[in-house]
């Protein structure tokens, strides 16, 4: 879950000073900093899940097979609310989806056997791909991401159980303020990823299109609906590259525009639309 | 059971994507549309789930303590604090909200 914060210790490991040779013990180091920081957080899912209703044994089995942090919140929230179990999965899914762009990039970086693959498959979260991405050849990144993966998944099913029992002696989860945990992770998670426009663009109509159909749609159905805000921005920024484009003359932009348009965020998207209608 | 429906699917559905991920062959998924979509969509979500967590009860939208506590988690966030100060913050707020009668 924790997605963030690695993007944020990840830094220092991202530009090491030894660029050649790291230390195997300056990797280890960045990799316990997130590991330890991130796994701790499993407390917060243990009561959040507990208190959301769900039992002991569902929390862990949770934190031990689906381990990745963003959606297993999302996916107690969304039972706790009364939703249905597959409309809940679905939004828990669509927000693991991301994982699978990190292990696309990992599989070059790690050049894992097809024997260990199963294996190491369950790690790929945002943390263990921010340490292993960072550093600077396949050895450190191997040892980044195993040591990493060792770490978090130990400690956030420790933690996860602590929570799990623990919520049980707190009585009202709600008078601590743990209700309000959830959320403050997903706006942790959120907040680096607004680099841009085309990103708050995006985040703003989500949150249009979830509070107007909250009341209207079946429980879980707002938060999927509100995914739709993605596809309507990277559209609607199109629309306007397509005709920026043939406003500056047909043959320079027909070139340039298919390759980088692409890849050049900042270019259309600085004035999305979804801005003014956040 | 509906619960444990839930956790099979969401389980199955996450590693799949996981291995997928390891396994498929470079260049599949490197199509820029997908990746930004891809890149896009967890902002969209994770937009939508804040707001509905902090102002959402059943289907009634409401404003309560948790929002001081969400608002607070925004501003540790915004200076820069850890992870784990910034939930710590958000829960604390929130009952301190809720202790006052907020």
């Given at each position: 879950?924790?997605e963030?914060?690695?993007?944020?210790?990840?830094?220092?490991?991202?530009?090491?000073?030894?660029?050649?040779?790291k230390?195997?013990?300056?990797?280890?180091?960045?990799?316990?900093?997130?590991?330890?920081?991130?796994?701790l957080?499993?407390f917060?899912?243990?009561?959040?899940?507990?208190?959301?209703?769900?039992?002991l044994?569902?929390?862990?089995?949770?934190?031990?097979?689906?381990?990745t942090g963003?959606?297993?919140?999302?996916?107690v929230?969304?039972?706790?609310?009364?939703?249905?179990?597959?409309?809940?999965?679905?939004?828990?899914?669509?927000?693991?989806?991301?994982?699978?762009?990190?292990?696309?990039?990992?599989?070059?970086?790690?050049g894992?056997r097809?024997?260990?693959?199963?294996?190491?498959?369950?790690?790929?979260?945002?943390?263990?791909?921010?340490?292993?991405?960072a550093?600077?050849?396949?050895?450190?990144?191997?040892?980044?991401?195993t040591?990493t993966?060792?770490?978090?998944?130990?400690?956030?099913?420790?933690?996860t159980?602590?929570?799990a029992?623990?919520a049980?002696?707190?009585g009202?989860?709600d008078?601590?303020g743990?209700?309000?945990?959830?959320?403050?992770?997903?706006?942790?998670?959120?907040?680096?990823?607004?680099?841009?426009?085309v990103?708050?663009?995006?985040?703003?109509?989500a949150?249009v299109?979830?509070?107007?159909?909250?009341?209207?749609?079946?429980?879980?159905?707002?938060?999927?609906?509100?995914?739709?805000?993605?596809?309507?921005?990277?559209l609607?920024?199109?629309?306007?590259?397509r005709?920026?484009?043939a406003?500056?003359?047909?043959g320079?932009?027909?070139a340039?525009?298919?390759?980088?348009a692409?890849?050049?965020?900042?270019?259309?998207?600085?004035d999305?639309?979804?801005?003014?209608?956040? | 059971?509906t619960?444990?429906?839930?956790?099979?699917?969401?389980?199955?559905?996450?590693?799949?994507?996981?291995?997928?991920g390891?396994?498929?062959?470079?260049?599949?998924?490197?199509?820029?549309?997908?990746?930004?979509?891809?890149?896009?969509?967890?902002v969209?979500l994770?937009?939508?789930?804040?707001?509905?967590?902090t102002?959402?009860?059943?289907p009634?939208?409401?404003?309560?303590?948790?929002a001081?506590g969400?608002?607070?988690?925004?501003?540790a966030l915004?200076?820069r604090?850890?992870?784990?100060?910034v939930?710590?913050?958000?829960?604390?707020?929130?009952?301190?909200?809720?202790?006052?009668?907020g």
């Amino acid at each position: 879950m924790a997605e963030q914060t690695e993007i944020r210790t990840a830094p220092p490991a991202a530009a090491p000073p030894s660029r050649p040779a790291k230390p195997d013990s300056a990797v280890i180091r960045d990799a316990l900093g997130v590991g330890v920081a991130v796994g701790l957080s499993g407390f917060a899912f243990g009561v959040t899940s507990a208190g959301a209703g769900l039992g002991l044994l569902q929390t862990c089995a949770l934190s031990l097979l689906v381990f990745t942090g963003a959606s297993q919140f999302a996916l107690v929230g969304a039972l706790a609310a009364g939703g249905n179990p597959f409309t809940a999965a679905a939004g828990a899914f669509f927000l693991g989806a991301r994982n699978a762009f990190y292990g696309l990039r990992l599989s070059a970086v790690l050049g894992y056997r097809a024997r260990i693959r199963p294996l190491a498959a369950h790690w790929i979260i945002d943390e263990t791909s921010a340490v292993a991405l960072a550093q600077p050849d396949r050895r450190t990144a191997r040892l980044g991401f195993t040591v990493t993966g060792l770490t978090l998944y130990t400690l956030w099913n420790l933690t996860t159980l602590v929570g799990a029992l623990g919520a049980g002696a707190l009585g009202d989860t709600d008078a601590w303020g743990l209700d309000a945990a959830a959320p403050a992770v997903f706006v942790a998670l959120l907040a680096p990823m607004l680099k841009d426009g085309v990103e708050r663009a995006a985040a703003g109509l989500a949150v249009v299109l979830v509070m107007v159909t909250l009341p209207l749609l079946p429980t879980g159905v707002p938060v999927l609906v509100s995914a739709l805000a993605a596809p309507a921005v990277l559209l609607v920024q199109g629309r306007r590259e397509r005709a920026g484009a043939a406003r500056r003359g047909a043959g320079r932009a027909a070139a340039a525009a298919a390759p980088s348009a692409p890849r050049d965020t900042t270019a259309g998207p600085r004035d999305a639309a979804g801005e003014d209608r956040a | 059971m509906t619960v444990w429906i839930a956790i099979a699917v969401t389980a199955a559905g996450c590693y799949l994507v996981k291995y997928l991920g390891l396994s498929a062959p470079a260049g599949v998924l490197e199509r820029p549309l997908v990746k930004r979509l891809a890149a896009l969509l967890p902002v969209a979500l994770l937009a939508a789930l804040t707001a509905q967590q902090t102002f959402g009860d059943g289907p009634h939208l409401v404003l309560d303590a948790k929002a001081a506590g969400v608002a607070a988690a925004a501003v540790a966030l915004a200076l820069r604090a850890p992870f784990l100060l910034v939930i710590g913050v958000a829960v604390a707020v929130t009952a301190g909200v809720r202790a006052l009668g907020g």
